[in-house]
């Protein structure tokens, strides 16, 4: 065992306190290319939606633990996770984010392949010599793919936790977003809102299950938006409402956050936030059942599937973070249609999802200007941990093992993501 | 239809006049440039879309500008504290009359914003429609095209 990774390992072990992590988490280069390694590279990662790429012929493009990847449907209906990487001398051989083709042809000798990778075409192939097996050179599909309700995952690993066990109980939230359609599919926009931040990934996916921050944070917003007819404010004390759940597989969801408003109370008409009709609650009724209708539309939560999923099912968007560096990440945020929900009503919140969540957006900037004053206070090394123990005297621990916590400004869900970090940056040392 | 050169000097020194406020981020002042229909719209991607069915970077009419602009005026702005120091330059203005007081005028600009010792530099077209109202021009729709609006972006929280 090399000494320089052993320090690192004994160092991650103190890393993650109770109830507070080491600056060197989201500052330290070394950190991040061991959670690209022993994260991002073993565990499954969110590629893409079924709907974006519906067709045959449809692609689109990603990155997981930073290579590059193609998210394709073939002609025979299924979906495919290749390498992005033409086999004979390495050049990428997609550079568009999506579109539809038969066939991918690198630019270089022109080698050809299917939308499922399969080797169609080399180009004056006479100097090979005739036993040449091109067999071996199909685009190397990445070693394990599986989807749920349509979002498909892939694992650079082909072994480890099975995509069942990856989604564990937070499963049930997943369902609940989907559910929301009365057909029971969604439809993803092929046009994310794409914005970057100069600091690392991680404080996004923590901000996002953060509602300590709000009405700090997103002051300007609040402010200006209370009289709108859809306000997005937080005038309920944080402490008073919600709850909170950090799983042990490093999931987490909030319920209930204060100032959120559910899909029952949201305001008929346009506003801020799109509408949410009555239209929509009957034929939702009408497909589920009255009971099970209410339930869905009057819950909200956010949920967090680590490492690189999160979604706001309140503004039918979920957001994609792909890590760059250790302070670099850029964020996609997909809107989404709910299948057999009013077409209005779909436009109006695809129409309105920028208002939040774009680069432009009355939320979103805030929250960026946060994380790069995050980035630029880590440099001083002197003051080490950042505080993670609001609720920490309150937390219990659930009958799966998972942190619960009894208000939705508690961060028993962060002690438990960080919990679960620790263990699998451990683990990828064996 | 054509324009007369003296039309077509006041339509020039509007577009420059609604730089200028934009770049001192007047923004209440801009406001009474605008019609009470007017439509603001940044799209992010390349690709022709129906802003009313998809989305954007901003689509605003002028319920949602007023909204935007009251919330980037207030105190608490965190993303604009400190504010942006930004420059535009209009050029390009080709001036297309489309009624008796009704023109649509596409330009080109570029844009330098500087914040936190870190300059940017914007670009691309603008399309102006302008209606005149009591005697004034007023812009009635304002689509900005950014040549890079499929990219990947830090803050914009100013008006272009």
Redesign the interface.
């Known amino acids: 065992m090399n000494t320089a990774t052993t320090q690192t390992e004994l160092q991650i072990e103190d890393l993650v306190r109770p109830d507070r992590i080491h600056r060197r988490v989201y500052t330290d280069p070394r950190i991040f290319d061991m959670e690209m390694e022993r994260i991002f590279s073993k565990t499954w990662v969110y590629v893409g939606h079924e709907s974006e790429v519906a067709q045959p012929g449809d692609y689109k493009t990603a990155r997981i633990a930073g290579q590059p990847v193609i998210l394709s449907r073939h002609q025979d209906g299924k979906v495919y996770v290749l390498y992005n990487r033409c086999m004979h001398r390495g050049a990428i051989l997609c550079r568009e984010?999506l579109g539809n083709s038969r066939f991918f042809r690198c630019i270089y000798h022109g080698w050809t392949y299917g939308s499922d990778g399969g080797i169609s075409g080399v180009p004056f192939r006479g100097a090979y010599a005739p036993d040449f097996d091109f067999s071996e050179f199909n685009l190397m599909q990445v070693p394990r793919v599986a989807s749920h309700r349509g979002f498909v995952f892939a694992s650079l690993s082909p072994t480890g936790v099975s995509f069942e066990e990856y989604l564990g109980p937070a499963v049930e939230y997943l369902e609940r977003i989907v559910d929301l359609a009365p057909d029971g599919e969604i439809v993803v926009?092929r046009?994310?809102?794409?914005?970057?931040?100069a600091s690392n990934w991680k404080l996004q996916v923590e901000n996002f299950s953060d509602f300590y921050h709000p009405s700090f944070?997103h002051?300007?917003?609040f402010?200006?938006?209370t009289q709108?007819s859809t306000p997005y404010n937080s005038q309920v004390s944080p402490d008073e409402r919600g709850a909170t759940i950090g799983y042990t597989n490093g999931h987490t969801v909030v319920e209930n956050p204060s100032g959120v408003p559910t899909r029952l109370s949201s305001a008929p008409a346009e506003g801020?936030r799109g509408a949410t009709t009555a239209e929509y609650a009957v034929s939702l009724a009408a497909a589920r059942g009255e009971a099970e209708a209410k339930r869905l539309l009057s819950s909200v939560f956010h949920l967090v599937l680590f490492p690189n999923l999160v979604f706001k099912h309140d503004e039918q968007t979920f957001r994609v973070i792909e890590p760059i560096s250790v302070d670099h990440t850029?964020i996609r945020v997909y809107?989404y249609r709910l299948k057999g929900a009013p077409e209005s009503m779909n436009?109006s919140m695809?129409?309105r999802?920028?208002?939040w969540a774009?680069?432009?957006g009355?939320g979103q900037?805030?929250d960026?200007?946060?994380f790069t004053r995050v980035a630029e206070g880590l440099q001083a090394k002197g003051p080490e941990w950042l505080i993670f123990a609001r609720g920490i005297h309150r937390q219990t621990i659930g009958p799966n093992g998972e942190h619960r916590g009894p208000a939705a400004a508690d961060e028993a869900h962060f002690r438990a993501q960080y919990q679960y970090w620790k263990k699998v940056m451990l683990e990828g040392e064996g | 239809m054509s324009i007369s050169p003296t039309e077509a000097y006041e339509i020039e020194q509007f577009l420059y006049l609604e730089a200028e406020l934009l770049d001192a981020r007047k923004y209440n002042e801009w406001l009474e440039l605008v019609t009470d229909d007017c439509i603001y719209w940044m799209p992010n991607g390349r690709e022709e879309i129906d802003p009313e069915k998809e989305a954007s970077l901003i689509y605003d009419d002028l319920n949602l500008l007023k909204l935007r602009i009251a919330r980037m005026n207030h105190p608490m702005v965190h993303a604009q504290t400190p504010p942006s120091r930004l420059a535009h330059v209009v050029g390009n203005i080709r001036i297309q009359p489309e009624g008796d007081s009704v023109v649509k005028v596409r330009s080109n600009f570029t844009m330098l914003e500087s914040r936190l010792g870190e300059q940017r530099t914007f670009g691309g077209s603008f399309e102006h429609t302008l209606r005149r109202e009591n005697g004034s021009w007023r812009i009635a729709f304002k689509r900005i095209d950014l040549v890079n609006n499929d990219g990947v972006f830090r803050n914009l929280v100013f008006l272009f």
């Open positions: 984010s926009s046009r994310p809102h794409q914005y970057d931040y944070t002051e300007s917003s402010a200006a938006t709108s801020f850029v809107a436009d695809l129409r999802s920028g208002n774009s680069a432009a009355f900037p805030d960026l200007e946060a």
